[in-house]
Nanobody, 123 residues
Framework: QVRLVESGGGLVQAGGSLRLSCVAS????????LGWFRQAPGKERELVAA????????YYVDSGKGRFTISRDNAKNTVYLRMNGLKSEDTAVYYC????????????????WGQGTQVTVSS
């Protein structure tokens, strides 16, 4: 069983930045494709960003392009989501997800999920 623990959420003013982190348990982090999802109240969960298991491919939701950056550090078993220029519509619970040997596309169905971290952007 893979355990994912997110951190880095919080309250930030519009236009500010946050960096979310997700640490994974186990010794096979380098085989994981990873995604960051978010879910706002009353809305469906959406994939915000993803990175392939090789690290060579990334995906971003249209609203995040140019503002969000996903990266991974295999030595630290950690995936990051850097968010700049935050907007009120970015307010949501952000979840990290992982699965073995998957790419970075919205069609990936991840097997492992974290508990989420709240991001609140005040306008």
């Amino acid at each position: 069983q893979v355990r994912l623990v997110e951190s880095g959420g919080g309250l930030v003013q519009a236009g500010g930045s946050l960096r979310l982190s997700c640490v994974a348990s186990g010794r096979t982090f380098s085989t994981y494709g990873l995604g960051w999802f978010r879910q706002a109240p009353g809305k469906e969960r959406e994939l915000v960003a993803a990175i392939s298991w090789s690290g060579g491919n990334t995906y971003y939701v249209d609203s995040g392009k140019g503002r969000f950056t996903i990266s991974r550090d295999n030595a630290k078993n950690t995936v990051y989501l850097r968010m700049n220029g935050l907007k009120s519509e970015d307010t949501a619970v952000y979840y990290c997800a992982a699965d073995h040997f998957v790419g970075a596309t919205p069609t990936v169905e991840y097997a492992y999920w974290g508990q989420g971290t709240q991001v609140t952007v005040s306008s």
